[in-house]
């Protein structure tokens, strides 16, 4: 027994158990509808992935949910392509196929990140340990889990830090520039907001490389146009997307990249708040829910003070990338508990490392752990990273994620499957549904496996009832769902309008009005 908790083996062993835990968790209630968290964005990413089943892949792909013409692209659907493919090749339902491969690429985001670490010059036993610590924090273990773009955007993203880190060091390999073209464009189209922090960063570090001269002019061109031809693709894939949206009378007012801007960057007032911004988003969120609460800031400031400055640096700008998806993308960060997804990474290296130098020190500058400790296996590390493993898996259950993942759903207890099952049953596929008191979410109209016309309230919802054909130009109706839950005169005004203009049957499921031909 001795034998195999050795210092070497212990990390590993640490890992393997980590990496099973993360595959459970995440593959023992695969087939739960995609309804637990933020269905919202679940269905909306789902809806593209089964239309792209239906139909194949197209660039002006369909996510029928806000009227006619159905296409209104967001991200370039590298993740929603690949998980058609996926449950086709395999034959297995969608949902168990968007929540499988984001589990892929959330477990294949060890290898750029060992990587890394290791050109870093972090040694094997803590990078085992830093990767630990990934797969145990709730954030990657329950969003792996999930239908979303999340974890796809997180591994290119990781590849493209690896590959500028590796240039870095190695300025005169141009061909690593055709990596960082690669993986920055992938990143880029799957989600900018992901890797939009680290491409500003190493802008800079390549800067200063320049200006000090570690880089030669041809080498920083290289970098530069790898960079700028990047940018220029998402760029075009924007306006792309843009003039397809503004063919929609919702998506034009309300879902185009400038529509969106405030939307994404957030204001000053949120970025000076401290309450919401500073507490409830960073420190409360994501760093006490996620990172070893107060104890693990710290272990970061203890190791800030005692460390020499090669570990200083490396701490210093993984807390630089950290924090600055928070300060660039603030609304986004305050709305969704899902984004941390994509930068919690840098705040466990920072951690990880942190562990390692307050170690490093403590051995280095003790008499006593010189003449006793250092003769044996040191116990320091093991407990200490078993620890914050332990509170990762304590805070899972603690912020309900594990009973979000655990939890039935099924048409007996949730409305959405309820009537959206209703409406299969009892309307034409080829005919599109209208949807009131749902905001513009996906859920009913990826579950009924009808093209949708979801009315966000109360905008101009009398409107689309009265003007149906302005958004659904020479359509028939396949059915109309009223779910407005407490809004004053709404449900009144929209049942009114439904029963006089259509003449339809009128059928209550769950507290909605639900009415088919």
């Not at 509808?33 to 789902?46: D, G, M, V």
């Not at 986004?332 to 840098?346: A, E, F, G, K, T």
């Amino acid at each position: 027994m001795q034998k195999i908790f050795t210092k070497d083996n212990y990390p590993i062993i640490l890992f393997t158990i980590t990496s099973f835990l993360f595959i459970f968790f995440n593959t023992i209630n695969i087939s739960l509808p995609i309804l637990e968290q933020h269905s919202f964005r679940q269905t909306q990413t789902a809806l593209t992935a089964y239309y792209f089943k239906e139909n194949g892949f197209s660039f002006n792909y369909e996510t029928p949910v806000v009227g006619y013409p159905w296409s209104i692209p967001f991200e370039f659907p590298i993740y929603q392509w690949l998980v058609a493919l996926f449950s086709n090749i395999f034959n297995q339902p969608l949902t168990v196929s968007g929540r499988a491969v984001s589990l892929i690429f959330g477990f294949l985001s060890v290898i750029p990140i060992y990587k890394t670490l290791k050109l870093l010059g972090i040694s094997r036993n803590i990078s085992l340990y830093i990767l630990s610590l990934f797969l145990s924090t709730p954030v990657y273990i329950f969003w792996s889990g999930t239908f979303m773009i999340e974890s796809t955007a997180l591994f290119f993203t990781l590849l493209y830090i690896y590959f500028s880190i590796k240039l870095c060091k190695n300025n005169n390999k141009n061909y690593l520039n055709f990596f960082i073209f690669i993986t920055l464009t992938i990143a880029l189209l799957q989600k900018p907001t992901s890797v939009i922090p680290a491409v500003i960063f190493f802008s800079v570090v390549h800067c200063i490389n320049f200006y000090k001269k570690t880089e030669k002019k041809i080498n920083f061109l290289y970098i530069i146009l790898s960079h700028v031809a990047a940018v220029i693709i998402l760029y075009l894939w924007t306006i792309y997307a843009d003039s397809l949206k503004e063919l929609n009378p919702f998506a034009s007012q309300h879902l185009t990249s400038r529509a969106l801007s405030s939307w994404n960057w957030g204001n000053l007032e949120q970025r000076f708040s401290f309450k919401i911004f500073w507490w409830r988003t960073i420190i409360r969120r994501t760093i006490f829910e996620n990172a070893f609460h107060i104890f693990g800031v710290l272990i970061i400031i203890f190791s800030l003070l005692a460390s020499k400055s090669k570990k200083k640096i490396l701490i210093g700008s993984c807390l630089i990338l950290f924090m600055s998806h928070f300060l660039i993308f603030t609304n986004l960060h305050i709305r969704h508990n899902y984004y941390q997804y994509s930068n919690i990474v840098y705040y466990l290296v920072a951690l990880g490392i942190s562990m390692d130098a307050l170690h490093s020190n403590l051995i280095n500058n003790n008499k006593y752990f010189k003449t006793v400790l250092t003769r044996k296996i040191s116990l320091i590390l093991p407990i200490g990273f078993s620890i914050i493993i332990l509170y990762g898996y304590y805070s899972f259950y603690k912020v309900e994620y594990a009973k979000a993942r655990f939890q039935v759903i099924d048409s007996n207890n949730n409305r959405v499957l309820k009537i959206s099952n209703f409406i299969k049953n009892n309307t034409d596929k080829g005919l599109p549904i209208i949807i009131f008191g749902n905001d513009w979410s996906s859920t009913y109209a990826f579950y009924s496996e009808r093209r949708a016309l979801t009315v966000q309230c109360c905008d101009f919802d009398s409107d689309v009832l009265n003007n149906t054909d302005y958004y659904l130009p020479q359509m028939k109706i396949g059915a109309i769902i009223n779910c407005y839950d407490g809004v004053e005169k709404k449900p009144e005004i929209i049942d009114n309008i439904v029963l006089n203009k259509y003449k339809m049957v009128q059928k209550n499921i769950s507290g909605c009005n639900v009415y088919t031909p």
